[in-house]
């Protein structure tokens, strides 16, 4: 953290702390782990800066040893629903289950963010994320996952790891766009849609003269 970095510390822990739903800014600023007044809120959420890549550079430090020169991450959209919020900018429709539309479809306004995270070996189901963006109306997930990978792949070569990078997405991702552009620099794992369709190589025509 750059610019206010203890304030924007601070409220981090109060959000994660507070025992009920937060339903103010003004709120987080009662609970013990925030040790300013209410106005320190709202300057950390304005004038507070995040460095953003040091931040991943850690997170990513963090993911434990791969096996057989491989360490994966898994890849997924995680939606924050955001419906009675007319002014937040750049909402899409996102999926709910918890929402219904007039016409009976669970979905709803939100932001929807494309998390990447580590992945343990064996029976554990611990996770470590390290990497989420938030996917805008002009972006693709194929385009942000294509950058999250890049930004994963990069980072591992940078603090010295010899292990190739593997990633496992759900059916929504585009695998065989993936599996093309990173053809080389990592492995693509996942799981295909029931209607997915595969086209073989046409089979050699017949000699001679068609049908007059």
Known sequence: MQRWGDA?????DA????????GSLPGLSLEPEFRRGHGSVYAALTRGRIDVAGLRRLLLGTVGAGREGLVWFAGDVSN???PDAVCSPQRLVVHDKSARTLAGHPVTSGWPFAVMAGLEWGASSWTA??????????????GVTLSAIGRVTEGLVAQGRTEVAGFV????????????RVSGRAHIVGRLRANQV???APEP???GRGRP
């Open 15 to 22: 959000l994660v702390c507070v025992p009920q739903w937060v």
């Open 169 to 180: 997405f759900d059916a929504e991702y585009d695998l065989m766009a993936l599996s093309h």
């Open 205 to 207: 025509g017949a000699r």
């Open 129 to 142: 994320p390290v990497d989420v963006a938030r996917l805008g109306p002009a972006d693709t997930l194929t």
């Open 80 to 82: 924050w629903s955001r």
């Open 198 to 200: 595969f086209y073989a």
């Open 8 to 12: 924007l510390f601070e409220l981090a």
